[in-house]
């Protein structure tokens, strides 16, 4: 079957760096996402990786490597606003989006 | 600037009422979706719509019907409410389909 694995939940600091990682073993691949959803409200797009590598886009960084089935989100310098849930998506070879529980990250004055 | 409107945005139901959700958007995309998120789990497609005209079946359809007779709405179906379609609903567009998703913000049913 098709899996997406992320961690449940993650603590850091403000102003401090996370890496909030995601395993996957989907039908093919076409892309991965990253999504952040503040509780109660939508999911908005934040990354996509389709070639192995790092993505940066201001604080945030997302990385990917094909051959192990792995990808990161990177937040760097958090701010009280970044507590949110972080959802992993990865495009099968149906395109068809298979989602990850999503990481609830904390963030600790 | 709307983009995907849902509506409502909270609702309950009594078990085995009828209840459509309403989904609208004005970004022109081909593709919209139909998920339901529940706790613990990542959120799941129930159908789908690559174009006007067409749909498909998702993850978990059993008990949703929708319909796409134009590229702006979605509506979705269910014909008889039972208490494990409790959830929140989120309807999504794409461009096409293999674009970034844009959601709207979800409506709560709760079924009793």
């Known amino acids: 079957g098709q899996n997406i694995d992320q961690p449940t939940e993650m603590t850091a600091t403000e102003g401090a760096i996370v890496q909030i990682n995601c395993t996957y073993q989907t039908s093919g691949f076409n892309g991965l996402f990253w999504y952040q959803q503040h509780a109660g409200e939508a999911p908005t797009f934040l990354s996509y990786n389709v070639l192995d590598g790092l993505e940066e886009k201001g604080r945030f960084s997302s990385f990917l490597s094909r051959s192990k089935g792995y990808s990161y989100l990177l937040l760097k310098e958090l701010q009280m606003k970044d507590s949110a849930s972080y959802l992993c998506a990865v495009r099968d070879s149906n395109y068809q989006l298979i989602w990850g529980a999503g990481t609830k990250l904390i963030i600790k004055p | 600037i709307a983009g995907i409107t849902q509506a409502p945005t909270s609702q309950i139901l009594a078990a085995g009422r009828r209840m459509t959700l309403r989904c609208t958007q004005d970004m022109r995309h081909n593709a919209m979706y139909w998920y339901r998120q529940d706790l613990g789990l990542g959120l799941r497609l129930i159908h789908y719509?690559?174009?006007?005209?067409?749909?498909g079946k998702g993850e978990v359809p059993d008990g949703y019907s929708v319909s796409r007779a134009n590229t702006d709405d979605f509506p979705l179906t269910l014909a008889s409410a039972v208490p494990s379609q409790t959830s929140v609903y989120f309807c999504a567009s794409s461009a096409g389909p293999s674009g970034e998703l844009f959601f709207g913000e979800g409506s709560r049913l709760t079924v009793l």
């Open positions: 719509s690559n174009t006007a005209g067409t749909t």
